[in-house]
C-alpha cells in the first residue's frame, strides 16, 4: 500500500475557497500514485485561526465534503481529508475529521475528543466528540485521531483493541513545539506497534507558525519519511504485514494487565 501525505501550507492571504479547490486538485493529482491520502487538520480555515470558527463553520455535507467527496473518487483514493469546522444541527461546533472511499463515499467521521487551548480558543468554542472511530481500509484498518489527541496514549489503546493497523493524525502543530510532535508520533507507533501517518499544517496563520515535518513512522517507530517545513507532499510505501510481524517478534502488546477490554461470553 502507498499513502500520500499532503502537508498543506495555509497562507492567511488565501481564501478558504480558493484553497479548497487548490486542494481538491492536489488530492486528484494522486490517482495512480497513492492508494491512501491524508490531509491536515483544519486546512480550510487554519487550527488557530479562532475568530474565523463561525464564519466559515459548515454542515457535514457541506462545500468541503463536496470538493473532497469528488476528489476521492477522481482520485480513486481513500482520502482522510483532514478536518473542519463542523456545525452541528443543534448549532454546536466541532473539530470533525472526513474519510472518504475511492468511490467518494464519506466512510467516517470523527468529531475530535480532546480540545486544545487550556480553557480558551477551540477548547472553549467548540464541543467535544465521544467516539472512538476506525476505518476499514482494506488490509490496514485505520484509526482516526486529531493533534491534539497525540497527547493522550489511551486513545491510541482503544483504537488498537477496535483492531487498528495505523493511524492517520492530522494536525495544525505550532512550530515552538515541533519536537513534541515527532517525539509523539513516534511514541504512539512503538507502544501500540502500529503506523502512524502524520500530517501537519505548514505556513503561518493566524501569527502561529505552524511545525511542518509531517511524517511517516513504522511499527518499530523508525521515521520512514519526513517532510520539510513547506508545503509538500510525501509518498512512502507500507507493507500492512510488518504489523503483524512486529506484533508477533516482539508481543509487548500480549502483556498488558491495565485497561485490557474483558474477554467476551
Known amino acids: 500500500m502507498r499513502a500520500s501525505l499532503l502537508q498543506i501550507a495555509v497562507d492567511p492571504d488565501e481564501s478558504p475557497k480558493s484553497r479548497r479547490a487548490r486542494v481538491t486538485s492536489l488530492v486528484a493529482e494522486q490517482r495512480g500514485v497513492a492508494d491512501l491520502v491524508v490531509l491536515p487538520e483544519l486546512w480550510p480555515v ?24 469528488k476528489a476521492a473518487a477522481d482520485a480513486s483514493v481513500w482520502l482522510h481529508a483532514g478536518s473542519i469546522v463542523e456545525r452541528a444541527p443543534d448549532g454546536a461546533l ?29 477548547a472553549v468554542m467548540m464541543a467535544a466528540g465521544d467516539e ?15 493533534c491534539y489527541d497525540l497527547r493522550f496514549p489511551e486513545l491510541f489503546r482503544g483504537l488498537v483493541d477496535a483492531g487498528a493497523l495505523a493511524f492517520a493524525v492530522p494536525a495544525g502543530w505550532p512550530a515552538r513545539r515541533r519536537e513534541h510532535w515527532t517525539l509523539l508520533a ?14 501537519c499544517t505548514a505556513g503561518t496563520h493566524a501569527g502561529v507558525p505552524q511545525a511542518g515535518h509531517s511524517l511517516v513512522v513504522d511499527p518499530w517507530g523508525e521515521v520512514l ?14 507493507d500492512p504485514a510488518l504489523v503483524a510481524t512486529t506484533r508477533d517478534q516482539f508481543p509487548a502488546l500480549k502483556d498488558r494487565r491495565l485497561g485490557v477490554p474483558s474477554p467476551r461470553a
Not at 49 to 55: C, D, R, T
Not at 99 to 111: E, K, Q, T, W
Request: proline share 6%; glycine share 8%.
Open 46 to 69: 487554519g487550527a488557530f485561526a479562532y475568530e474565523s470558527f463561525e464564519a466559515e463553520a459548515e454542515p457535514l455535507t457541506g462545500p468541503t465534503h463536496e470538493a473532497m467527496a
Open 94 to 122: 466541532y473539530n470533525t475529521a472526513l474519510v472518504f472511499s475511492p468511490s467518494g463515499d464519506l466512510v467516517a467521521s470523527y468529531r475530535k475528543i480532546h480540545r486544545f487551548g487550556f480553557d480558551k480558543g477551540e
Open 132 to 146: 472512538l472511530v476506525t476505518v476499514p481500509v482494506p488490509g490496514l484498518p485505520l484509526g482516526v485521531a486529531t
Open 186 to 199: 513516534r511514541a504512539r507507533a512503538v507502544e501500540n506497534q502500529a503506523y502512524v501517518l502524520a500530517c
Open 225 to 238: 519519511a519526513e517532510a520539510g517545513e513547506a508545503e509538500e507532499v510525501l509518498t512512502v510505501d507500507l
